[in-house]
């Protein structure tokens, strides 16, 4: 069962429990993640933003109806969470950049701890 739903940039290893397990990626559309953050909602379930890149976060908060603010705090793995991974499909290091939905590389990952 989800827990919260969590936006997240592209991952840091950090962010998860040491220990053997896999990530299974699966790429999905802005249209595809606002309808899980629809569901989300209705089911009383948070969506909580880890996306610091300001251009990528207002647009984000437009598209998906969610008052979210760029957050720079670190992100640790809670069991339930679903993560949605959120990066540029060309990023521009060092730069501001106006992101677009276009812009936009999309994909929830899955976690299965191994034995």
Sequence with gaps: MVRRIVLLPPIPLNAFPYGHFSMEIRRITLDELRTLVKAAEMMC????????????????????????????????????DMIVIIGLKNPARGKEVEVTAEDLDIAIAKLTPLP
């Design 45 to 80: 379930i948070p969506v909580v933003n880890y996306v610091r890149h300001e251009s990528t976060v207002k647009l984000l908060s437009l598209k998906l109806g969610l008052p979210l603010e760029p957050n720079s705090s670190l992100y640790k793995y809670e069991h339930g």
